[in-house]
């Protein structure tokens, strides 16, 4: 890096680290869809006697809301106040996902429970060697759980009942996993309002949903699916960058790259690459949301997209090195490691 993009970059993480400490009750307005991932550890030390397959000892089990809940979680965690809409199904894990919600003391008045559905429930089982090795490896996901979208009387009551809250919020999150929560004309209503009232819009985005997304502030892809994008298109990944900035009306792409680090790409500038300072990649589960809670809270209290980005970035790189099921972001967290990033800087300029 440059002495100028140093010297940025070390201003920067001053104002990200004055932010943790001064973020107090800000209003996020969250819509989206919300699942519940469930983790089974255990060992497995054997193959099957039938079949080459492992067979799993699962010693612990845990879950925690995933998708947008897992945003709602992280701006609470912030010490901002969430104004979360979204749907489930009236079953256990939907009770589930409302008890942890409950806890942490976040509202779940706008939360929807919808009889007779199955909310969508992410399984993993991890195994690892005993007394070999300390992490487990993934060895399957299964999905339980409807990928039906909801009905279109539930998704105009959620869009409405968010925007009556975009008011006096500071920043609007749209997380779409294209289970029907937010449909493309509400999604777009919601970003007309939003940009009316001069708030900024990240939107976590399917790659076949982008029109729902058309005149956000901010939107987020990983690494993989913007090269399907730029391919989609035709250009290479900078000039496919700048075309859907400027066909969808977006400021920025935020692209994660996990080990390889972000990329920033903004209207009629040059990219900017953050590279990732993570110690180790030992899980990436939950990097999307880390990064939208990030962006939410540095552009919802008016940093730049510079700022808000390189925020994301400190955040999916705990994200990474976190085990799994305890990929929460926190302020207590983030901070400490914006402190080694400041101190990683300060050794390196000797």
């Given at each position: 890096?440059?002495?100028?993009?140093?010297?940025?970059?070390?201003?920067?993480?001053?104002?990200?680290?004055?932010?943790?400490?001064?973020?107090?009750?800000?209003?996020?307005?969250?819509?989206?869809?919300?699942?519940?991932?469930?983790?089974?550890?255990?060992?497995?030390?054997?193959?099957?006697?039938?079949?080459?397959?492992?067979?799993?000892?699962?010693?612990?089990?845990?879950?925690?809301?995933?998708?947008?809940?897992?945003?709602?979680?992280?701006?609470?965690?912030?010490?901002?106040?969430?104004?979360?809409?979204?749907?489930?199904?009236?079953?256990?894990?939907?009770?589930?996902?409302?008890?942890?919600?409950?806890?942490?003391?976040?509202?779940?008045?706008?939360?929807?429970?919808?009889?007779?559905?199955?909310?969508?429930?992410?399984?993993?089982?991890?195994?690892?060697?005993?007394?070999?090795?300390?992490?487990?490896?993934?060895?399957?996901?299964?999905?339980?759980?409807?990928?039906?979208?909801?009905?279109?009387?539930?998704?105009?009551?959620?869009?409405?009942?968010?925007?009556?809250?975009?008011?006096?919020?500071?920043?609007?999150?749209?997380?779409?996993?294209?289970?029907?929560?937010?449909?493309?004309?509400?999604?777009?209503?919601?970003?007309?309002?939003?940009?009316?009232?001069?708030i900024p819009i990240i939107v976590d985005p399917k790659l076949t949903g982008l029109?729902?997304?058309?005149?956000?502030?901010?939107?987020?892809?990983?690494?993989?699916?913007?090269?399907?994008?730029?391919?989609?298109?035709?250009?290479?990944?900078?000039?496919?960058?700048?075309?859907?900035?400027?066909?969808?009306?977006?400021?920025?792409?935020?692209?994660?790259?996990?080990?390889?680090?972000?990329?920033?790409?903004?209207?009629?500038?040059?990219?900017?690459?953050?590279?990732?300072?993570?110690?180790?990649?030992?899980?990436?589960?939950?990097?999307?949301?880390?990064?939208?809670?990030?962006?939410?809270?540095?552009?919802?209290?008016?940093?730049?997209?510079?700022?808000?980005?390189?925020?994301?970035?400190?955040?999916?790189?705990?994200?990474?090195?976190?085990?799994?099921?305890?990929?929460?972001?926190?302020?207590?967290?983030?901070?400490?490691?914006?402190?080694?990033?400041?101190?990683?800087?300060?050794?390196?300029?000797?």
């Amino acid at each position: 890096m440059t002495d100028a993009t140093d010297e940025r970059r070390q201003k920067s993480l001053k104002t990200l680290r004055n932010l943790l400490e001064t973020l107090d009750g800000q209003k996020v307005t969250l819509i989206g869809d919300t699942m519940l991932d469930r983790y089974h550890h255990g060992f497995a030390n054997n193959l099957n006697s039938t079949a080459p397959v492992p067979v799993l000892k699962i010693t612990h089990s845990e879950e925690s809301p995933g998708a947008s809940a897992h945003i709602a979680i992280g701006l609470s965690s912030f010490g901002m106040n969430v104004s979360f809409h979204t749907a489930l199904g009236d079953d256990s894990e939907g009770k589930s996902i409302i008890h942890t919600l409950n806890e942490l003391n976040i509202s779940t008045d706008n939360v929807r429970l919808i009889p007779s559905r199955e909310t969508l429930t992410k399984i993993r089982f991890f195994g690892s060697r005993e007394s070999l090795l300390d992490r487990g490896q993934i060895l399957l996901q299964a999905d339980r759980g409807t990928n039906e979208p909801v009905s279109q009387d539930v998704s105009s009551k959620l869009a409405s009942s968010a925007l009556k809250d975009l008011g006096d919020s500071c920043a609007l999150v749209i997380s779409d996993y294209d289970k029907g929560v937010v449909t493309t004309e509400e999604s777009l209503k919601l970003i007309s309002e939003a940009n009316k009232i001069g708030i900024p819009i990240i939107v976590d985005p399917k790659l076949t949903g982008l029109e729902k997304s058309r005149g956000a502030s901010v939107v987020i892809f990983e690494k993989r699916g913007m090269s399907l994008l730029a391919r989609r298109i035709g250009l290479d990944v900078e000039d496919a960058a700048q075309s859907m900035l400027s066909e969808y009306s977006w400021k920025g792409i935020l692209v994660l790259g996990g080990i390889n680090g972000v990329q920033l790409y903004q209207r009629d500038h040059e990219s900017i690459m953050i590279p990732c300072m993570a110690p180790a990649a030992e899980q990436q589960i939950g990097m999307h949301d880390a990064a939208a809670t990030s962006l939410a809270a540095a552009l919802g209290s008016g940093l730049s997209l510079y700022d808000a980005a390189l925020l994301a970035s400190a955040s999916c790189e705990c994200v990474l090195s976190a085990n799994t099921a305890q990929e929460y972001i926190d302020r207590d967290t983030l901070g400490v490691w914006l402190d080694e990033l400041s101190w990683q800087m300060r050794i390196s300029e000797r």
